[in-house]
């Protein structure tokens, strides 16, 4: 019976069979089955050893493989109907694997032992089996001999992997010293992580990084330094500008004369006291109104206080608030003109007539009254 052994590397190393139940034929047979192991390739070289235990508990003597890996199955396992079994792998490096436990089970026979009497045919066949069993024992006992010698090198081997386990074992306990040691040191690591960055508390590091932080320039909004996107010196030589950047390349740039007004180009921006306009300015720009689109009005009143006031309108806010002009078919405002008088009531008067002045009384002066020259007399009834 073939049986291989796997090597599984899953939450750490494991060796099992990929039979899971070893069915060995009869219960209490022997020599008729051989179980042929395929071993991982980390089992090349080892010795190794069969390790039985059978339903009631009984632990049989381990069975060395031989050098093809194999066995017979005898008394060992068929003494009971079913069991567990393993290997075990022993190196002189101080290697040593050991198998998942497996299940075996053997079918249930009928009882041999008894009084019963034996046929001649039965006796006849029971000495062809004796002689048959004879044969086989002395071919046992040269492969004994044989294995007697292999034994004593396996006994040497055994020796040399005790010596290697007593090694391992000191070396497991300087390992567990040095394992304990790291523990302490990863529990100062985590106390100095939790000042750092406690898990109840804001982030205590530099930049969002904790423990050794090493900040670059991007970490800062910066340029990396020698990087050519930044200036590092500028000179002037009368109208070539030249421009060193960071990674130490140049650049020439040639300048002209301002002062002519035909070489100015660009638009001064707001922020910088301009206009940000590239045409020329109008009369909204600065603020007023076209020539064509306004309207002044200055009026000066006097009470306790003389005071000043003047209005600008457009022409349309003109029209609005004092109506358009009167003409001889529409009635509208009109100017105070030559002859006529206007107090600061708004009462019009007539001041003269074709250059002569006006002059206004309530009785008749009669006939013969002198009047200046150049006055008209205007008698009221």
């Known amino acids: 019976m073939q049986v291989r052994i796997v090597e599984k590397r899953f939450g750490g190393v494991e060796f099992a069979p990929e039979m899971k139940v070893l069915h060995l034929g009869g219960q209490s047979s022997a020599n008729v089955e051989r179980l042929e192991f395929t071993l991982p390739e980390s089992w090349q070289g080892k010795s190794v050893t069969l390790h039985i235990q059978r339903q009631d508990g009984t632990l049989p003597a381990p069975i060395l493989l031989d050098e093809a890996h194999s066995c017979a199955v005898g008394k060992e396992f068929t003494a009971s109907s079913c069991g567990s079994w393993m290997l075990l792998a022993l190196g002189e490096d101080g290697f040593r694997a050991l198998t998942r436990p497996a299940k075996y089970d053997c079918y249930e026979t009928l009882a041999t032992d008894g009084d019963a009497e034996i046929s001649p045919t039965q006796y006849e066949t029971f000495v062809a089996r004796v002689l048959a069993y004879s044969n ?111 990674d130490g390349s140049t650049r020439t740039l040639q300048t002209k004369d301002t002062t002519a007004l035909d070489v100015m180009t660009g638009v001064l921006g707001v922020e910088h006291g301009g206009t940000g306009k590239d045409t020329a300015l ?40 004092f109506g358009t002009p009167a003409t001889a078919d529409q009635l509208g405002s009109v100017k105070v003109g030559a002859g006529l008088g206007v107090t600061n009531d708004g009462t019009l008067s007539v001041t003269s007539v074709n250059g002569f002045t006006v002059k206004a009384q309530t009785t008749d002066p009669g006939v013969g009254s002198a009047l200046d020259t150049g006055t008209v007399l205007l008698v009221y009834a």
Do not use: C, F
């Open 282 to 321: 109008t009369a909204e720009d600065v603020g007023a109104y076209g020539k064509n689109e306004t309207y002044a009005k200055t009026e000066v009143y006097s009470r306790e206080e003389t005071y000043s006031k003047t209005e600008v309108y457009s022409q349309k806010e003109a029209n609005q608030k």
């Open 136 to 246: 086989s024992a002395a071919t046992s006992a040269q492969e004994a001999r044989n294995s007697a010698g292999a034994a004593a090198k396996d006994a040497k081997r055994a020796e040399a992997a005790r010596t290697e386990t007593v090694t391992a074992a000191g070396q497991a306990g300087a390992a567990q010293k040095a394992a304990e040691s790291g523990a302490a040191r990863a529990e100062a690591a985590a106390d100095r992580a939790e000042k750092t960055a406690p898990a109840d508390g804001p982030v205590k590091s530099v930049n969002g990084q904790g423990g050794v932080v090493t900040l670059t320039a991007a970490d800062v909004g910066a340029l990396e330094a020698g990087s050519a996107d930044y200036v590092e010196r500028i000179e002037l030589n009368g109208q070539v500008m030249t421009l060193t950047m960071g």
